[in-house]
Every structure is written in C-alpha cells, then in structure tokens.
C-alpha cells in the first residue's frame, strides 16, 4: 500500500542550521493569549510577538507577561 504524503507547507532552519518536524501543533502560546482573553484581558496588537520573544517556560512567560500588575494596566480604559 503506496503512502500518501501531505505537501510541504514551509522549511524553517535555527541559527545552527536545526531541522525540525513539528506533527503535533498545540499552540501553547495561543491558548495563553486566549486564556487572558478570557479573564478580561484586553487583547493587544504586540501581544503574540511579545509573548512569543520570553525566555522561560510557558508558566514563567504567563506569570512575567501577566502578573496582577501587568493585567490590571492591561485591561483598563
């Protein structure tokens, strides 16, 4: 049985020239952008490439993008 293969949508190298195949997409950083959302946080036009451009773990980019602080100047006015 002859297997079919899904088109090659994009090639993506890191600074070492790295090949990665990415099947299972989650969207980590997504969900958390929309998990914001959902506890009123306003959505920002920087938001993705903010969040995308953290050092740290998903829990570590949540807690430093928003914190109590961040989150209250955020969602205001």
Request: charged share 25%; aromatic share 4%; no cysteine.
């Given at each position: 049985m002859a297997t079919v293969l899904k088109p090659i949508r994009a090639v993506v190298f890191d600074v070492f020239g790295t090949l990665a195949e990415i099947r299972d997409r989650r969207a980590p950083f997504k969900r958390l952008l929309r998990?914001?959302?959902?506890?009123?946080?306003?959505?920002?036009?920087?938001?993705?490439?903010?969040?995308?451009?953290?050092?740290?773990?998903?829990?570590?980019?949540?807690?430093?993008r928003f914190s109590a602080g961040r989150f209250a100047s955020a969602t205001r006015g």
């Open positions: 998990y914001a959302e959902e506890l009123g946080r306003k959505p920002q036009s920087a938001d993705v490439a903010l969040v995308m451009a953290q050092r740290g773990s998903l829990s570590t980019v949540a807690a430093r």
